[in-house]
Nanobody, 124 residues
């Protein structure tokens, strides 16, 4: 079983920054793609960013491209999401996910393990 634990969420004013972290429980996760998704109040879960096994390929949604950066540290079994220029529309619970594949994907159904999420609230 793989456990994913997110941290780093919080409240910030518009224009601010946060860095989310996701720690995985098992070493073998370093061989797999990871992603970040978010679910805002009253909204469907949406793709944010993903990264392949070795970090050589990243994918971003149009809404965060240029503001968010996904990265990973396989030695630490962790993946990160640096979020800059935050807006109230970024308010959501952010979940990290692991896909049992070396390749990143944008569809939530392609991910096999999920964390509980961390709340990000951006005020105007």
């Amino acid at each position: 079983q793989v456990y994913l634990v997110e941290s780093g969420g919080g409240s910030v004013q518009a224009g601010g920054s946060l860095r989310l972290s996701c720690a995985a429980s098992a070493r073998f996760v370093t061989g797999y793609a990871m992603g970040w998704f978010r679910q805002g109040p009253g909204k469907e879960r949406e793709f944010v960013a993903a990264i392949n096994r070795d970090g050589s390929t990243t994918i971003y949604s149009d809404s965060v491209k240029g503001r968010f950066t996904i990265s990973r540290d396989n030695a630490e079994n962790s993946v990160y999401l640096r979020m800059n220029s935050l807006t109230p529309e970024d308010t959501a619970v952010y979940h990290c996910a692991l896909r049992a594949s070396i390749w990143a994907a944008v569809m939530s159904r392609e991910y096999d393990y999920w964390g509980q999420g961390t709340q990000v609230t951006v005020s105007s």
